[in-house]
Every structure is written in structure tokens, then in C-alpha cells.
């Protein structure tokens, strides 16, 4: 197809599109007119720290996608900007102003316009070129355009567009809208690669934590790095990333994985076990020979082959954590011809595989994405020798167990004999534990640093109960108390998360959200926000709630509990890392949270925290109702091979949905 062919079908789709959107607008069009009348207006396009300009139509659509986001409504993001790219001619290179891409009807846009009270030049040009997707939660609000109207048939309509690029499309087998996103590169500069934050006070209470290793001939810890025998630029790496002393899952899980044994290993939040698999991302005892090789026999050649296949593939189940993996073994791979690679969905696959062709040894990926590449035949699994899994109780329950196996079973994947596969996590509930067997040797190591699932006791834990209808003043009183310091406030659904940061945002505390329903260039730019503290709070879901390793989070929020009592440790994890201490509170509805009560005064005590009173009666009154438990989930306290565990929670309950992201309607991946 040429291109005015092209442009002729984008004409015509839009003017479908546009045509749609005026019939199903008949009589809606109070209902927005009063919507967009409301000040959050201004509140969401100030979500992400900018102004917004209104010299274009993609910056106005933006604005009020977002707005409506923010507003509780549910507005689609994303990867409509395939619109804009195929319609309004923008290509790839230029910036694509905002993530949204709504379709107006023109009269929207005209009002728009106007809500803006900033010209907009190319009303006519912008409604024949954006086209509209958006789904209503509110009742109140959605009427005529809700769920499945629009976003079923637009789908349609875009899936059309996007099956002409192949290579750009999300997937493979699901042929979506074209996502365009390319983050920016990774820093280059020493400094910033290796910038660190200092361990905290109790970094050496570590050392009296009781560490469990069990299977045969376990090898024997090391005391220091020096121990650990890693090469010249590795020993650099690790002190210039201010490593003196090695934490207790580093120096019993360091030999392990030198002695290429298998390893199930169960640390506590934030007390370095990412940095365990980093270390060993450069696998100093074998991989670099390896790649030795590799450049002797000429990088080129393997810089420009058209498939590429690591020696080290290393899974999380989110794109976040996936990329602070990435961050880490780049920086310990510094100044080494060992290549670390990053793919993750909602960036460009385009960018992703070249990414990927320009040469890559550890390759470290959501499982999604990678499926992707291996179907592309851009990687190939021959070579792999670690197969490492972070959150590997999470990557193994429900929401990503056919994943894994489909990845160990894959056309060229060693089998588990011939390959080292690791597994990292916080929590490993036990029946986790025994699928998790099907991908190791048998003879795999089970290192357990403290209480297997126990929640870390640098982080102070205050339950509060309280009412559905009384979270938000308690929340918006505790933040004002908290001035400044960094905050994480957890919430279980992606429109909660919308709904308390507007909030949050009208109540002048600088505020910034993270869920799977926001586009990637936001995710990220969501937690650059936080991050540098330019945003001091960040409401997340769940998506957050696992490995991210931010500095100085001093406070986590549990404004709604979790769905399981593992979710709850790793998200009060994000605080009183590394040393550091932080503090955790949480609102506890009885009404609705009794089911978590039990393993929650379990978790408590396990981490010498002060129990409640009326959470301990809620959790005997709950257990008097205990009924049947579905999944039979109990938490170990060791290496189930022992036969040793004890039952935390068996509790009917939302404790143990079936959704194992814990957000109700979460998307991990
Ligand atoms: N030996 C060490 N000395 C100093 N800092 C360390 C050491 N090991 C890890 N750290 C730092 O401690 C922080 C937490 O480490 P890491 O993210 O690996 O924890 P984790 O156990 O994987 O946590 P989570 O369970 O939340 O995933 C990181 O900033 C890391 O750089």
C-alpha cells in the first residue's frame, strides 16, 4: 500500500470512527459537557508535573483523556497512538505529544477547546484524525458509551490498522494497536550507574538472622566478596556500587550458584537478593570465558546475527522491576564484554529487537515479551545456561505458571539438568514450593534467610481499623503528618489508584500513580517522578508492590489490603530496606479484610510487631467462621522437602482469590 493509499484508509477509518461516536454521543453530551466542567481538569493535567499546551489537538485530546482518567473515568491509554502515526502522519521519531489518543466528535473537541481557554487552530484536522476510545466506570457517568461500546468496536478497527506492520505490532499472535514508546536510554555516565543509597542502621543486625540451608553438600558461605573470587572489573563493580560486606543471602547464595547447583532462596524484602542474581549476571566463574570466546571468534559476527541467544535469561513478572534488574546487572557488568539486554512490554518491539541484535548475553524480560521474541525467532535458547526467576513465587502461581513452563519447554531450551535455574523471592507459599521443584535438579539447595514469608522487622507496622468511608480523611491526615518523606500508598484497584491521587493532587500533595493501565511512558515517568521526589507520593497497585528497590521510602500505606497475606509483606517491603528503617500502616476494614486477619497477627508477631487487640479478636472471630480452603495455601517456614510447614491462613477468604496479583483487575504484565 502507498502512501496516499494509506492515508485514504486512515480518512475513511476515522471518518467510521467519528460517525460512531456521534451516534452513540446522542443525548450524552451534558453528561462530558458537565464532566470536563470540573476543575480536576487542570489537577490531571498536572498529574505528571507538566503543564500541558494546547497548540495542538494532540495535546488538548491528551489533556482530556487524562483529566476523565483521573476523574474516575476510565479513558483507554496507550496504544491508540497508532492513530495519531497512522492518521495524522507523525512518525515514530517525532514526539508524539501525550499518551492518550482519544477520538472526539468535533463538537467535543470545540468545547474542549474552549475548557482549555486556549485556541486550538485544528479542530477539524484533529477530530478527522484522533479517533475515540473510552470507557466509563461511573454508572452515573457512562451512560451510552460504557464498557464494551467503544472499546469493542475501535479495537476492531485498530487491529485493522496495526496488522499492516507486522514488526511492530505488540505480539505476534495478537496483531494489537502499535505501541511507539522507546524509553529514554540508561544512564552512561559512572556516576549515575553506580549511585547508591547507604545501607542503613541495622544493615549489620543482618548477621544474626538464622539462615536455613538445606540439600545435599551445601557449599560453604563466604564472609566477604573477597572470598567470592569474582574477577578484577566485578571486585571494582561491586565496591564502587558501595558494597563492603556481603548480606547473609549473598554469602550462602554466591557459592551456591558458583558450585552450579540449583537454588530455591528465601530472603526478606530489601536485603539484597536482586543483587545475588546481578552479581551472578556476569557469572565470572564460566560466562566470561564463554564470552571470551565469543569476542574471539569476532563480536561482530555476533553483534549483526540475526538470532540472538544468551548464556543467562533472568524473568520478572513486572516491567518496573524487570528494568531495575536490568540497571543492576549493567552496572556490575561495567567495563565487561558481558552484554545485559532489557525487554519488556509497552515499548516499541521495533526498538526492543534491535536492541536485541546489537548483541545480548543475560537477557533479562517479562515473560510476555519474551515469548514474543522467541516466536519472532530474534532469540534462541540453545545456549542458556541460568534461568533465573525473581519473585519466583509469582512467577510460578497462577497468573504465569503456563508462561514458565512454556518457556522451560520451548524448542531449544536445555533441559533442567543441563541448565542452572535460580529462584529468588520473599514469600514461597508451599504448594508454590513443590510446582516450583518441576524446574530445578532435584538435588536444589533451599537457602532460607529468617522466617520464609516473614515480613522484615526494620519496618514498623501499625494496623488501624477503620471504615470504608473514613480512609480517605485518615489517609489525607497521616500524609499531611508526614511532610515531605517519600510515600508509597497501595490501593487494589487501577481507578482507585486514579481516583485518591487526583485527590491527593486537589489537596495541593504532590502526587503521582502507577498501574497496569497506564501507558508505559507514564509508568516510568511515574516512578521518575517519585523517585527523584519531585512527587513524594506515588499510589500504586499492586503492580508496584514487588522488588522495587526506591531510596528513602519511608512510609507504605495500605489504604486498601491486600488480597494474600505475600502481597502484604512485599508491599510493606518497599520501606526499611537495606538496613534502613521505615514505617508500614495499614487500614483495616473488618468488614471486609477479617479473612486476612489470622496470617496478618502472624506476620505481626513474627516480626515482634505490636498486635492489636481488636485485630487479634478479629482474627479469632474469623477463624471461627473458617470454612473450606480452596488452594489448601500454607506458609512455609522452611524447605518443604523437610515436610516442615505450618499453616499461617485457612481462611476462606479473598486471602486467597484466585487472582494472584492481588488487584482485583491488575494487569502485571
Ligand atoms: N552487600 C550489600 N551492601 C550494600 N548494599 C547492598 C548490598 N546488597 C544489596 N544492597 C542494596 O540493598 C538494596 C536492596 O537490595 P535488593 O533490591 O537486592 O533486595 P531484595 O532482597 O531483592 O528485595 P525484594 O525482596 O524487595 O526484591 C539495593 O539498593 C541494593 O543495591
Redesign the pocket.
Known sequence: MDDWEEEQEAQDLTRQIVKGVEEDFEGEEEALRTTLNQKQMRMATMLDGKEMKAEEGAVVVFAVASAMTMMGMETTVGEEVIELETVMGVKEEEEVVGGFVVVFAMKTMKMEATMLGKGVKAEEEVVSAVAFRMVCGDDSRSKGFGRGGFRGRNEEVFSKVTTADNLDSETTENAGPKVVYVPPPPPEEESSIFS??A?GIN?DKYDDILVDVSGSNPPKAIMTFEEAALCESLNKNVSK???????P??KHGIPIISAGRDLMAC??????????VALRSDLAAFLLPILQQLMNDGVAASKFSEIQEPEAIIVAPTRELINQIYL?ARKFAYGTCVRPVVVYGGINTGYTIREVLKGCNVLCATPGRLHDLIGRGKIGLSKVRYLVL??ADRMLDMGFEQEMRKLVASPGMPPKEERQTLM???TYPEDIQRLAADFLKVDYIFLAVGVVGGACSDVEQTIIQVDQYSKRDQLLELLKSVGNERTMVFVETKRSADFIATFLCQEKLPTTSIHGDREQREREKALGDFRSGQCPVLVATSVAA????IEQVQHVVNFDMPSNIDEYV?RI??TG??GNTGRAVSFFNPESDAPLARSLVKVLSGAQQEVPKWLEEVAFSAHETTGFNPRGKVFASTDTRKGGSFKIDDSPSKALAPSPAGADDEEWE
Open positions: 547508591h543509597y545501607t544493615f556500587s558501595g558494597y563492603v560486606k556481603p548480606t543471602v549473598q530472603a526478606q524484602t530489601g536485603s539484597g537478593k536482586t543483587a545475588s543492576e525473581d519473585e529468588f523471592s520473599a514487588r522488588g522495587l528497590d512485599h517491603g518497599r530496606r537495606c
